[in-house]
């Protein structure tokens, strides 16, 4: 007969097993499944122990995947919802510039334009790109990028 302890570890590899999480994450899980907080404290330790979650691995890697379809301020905002806490999310956002969110910003405007038939109003491209997490700063760029281009 499994121990309680045995279940939670059981449950929680169960959970990593589809994809990574955080800390946060895993402990919700637990939490959800009716654990003790003794007993997830005790599970969360031997899943950082053995490294099977690493919040700072999580949020580069994170990042990395969704740099394409979100910007800086965006993911920010994501892996604050995922239980990242502010300090990690400071340094891995730090490794990524703003010359790589400019980037992945005019690669997603360029797609748009081309969606539209190479015509695109720039205040509703602006709105795009501010609802996909993008910084102003970055979205000015690519607006007026895109504009010199066309006159």
Same mark, same amino acid.
């Given at each position: &007969?499994?121990?309680?302890? /045995?279940?939670?570890?059981?449950?929680?590899?169960? =959970?990593?097993?589809?994809?990574?999480?955080?800390? #946060?994450?895993?402990?919700?899980?637990?939490?959800?499944k009716g654990f003790s907080m003794e007993i997830s404290r #005790? =599970?969360?330790?031997? &899943?950082?122990?053995?490294?099977?979650?690493? /919040?700072?691995?999580?949020?580069?890697?994170?990042?990395?995947?969704?740099?394409?379809?979100?910007? +800086?301020?965006? %993911?920010?905002?994501?892996?604050?919802? !995922?239980?990242?806490?502010?300090?990690? @999310? /400071?340094?891995? %956002?730090?490794?990524? $510039?703003? /010359? =790589?969110?400019? *980037?992945?910003? &005019?690669? +997603?405007? !360029? !797609?748009?334009?081309? @969606?539209?038939? *190479?015509?695109?109003? @720039?205040?509703?491209?602006? $709105?795009?790109?501010?609802?996909? *997490?993008?910084?102003?700063?970055? @979205? *000015?760029? =690519?607006?007026?990028?895109?504009?010199? !281009?066309?006159?």
């Open positions: &007969m499994k121990t309680e302890f /045995d279940q939670a570890r059981s449950f929680a590899y169960r =959970v990593l097993a589809f994809r990574r999480r955080t800390r #946060r994450e895993l402990e919700l899980r637990l939490e959800q #005790r =599970v969360l330790e031997l &899943m950082v122990t053995y490294s099977y979650i690493d /919040d700072k691995a999580f949020a580069r890697l994170w990042v990395e995947q969704r740099l394409s379809k979100r910007g +800086l301020p965006g %993911l920010r905002r994501e892996l604050l919802g !995922k239980g990242v806490q502010p300090d990690i @999310i /400071d340094e891995t %956002l730090s490794e990524f $510039g703003e /010359d =790589v969110e400019y *980037g992945a910003a &005019m690669e +997603l405007a !360029k !797609k748009r334009v081309g @969606i539209r038939g *190479g015509v695109c109003l @720039i205040p509703r491209l602006a $709105g795009y790109l501010e609802r996909r *997490g993008f910084s102003y700063e970055a @979205i *000015g760029k =690519v607006c007026r990028t895109l504009r010199d !281009k066309e006159g």
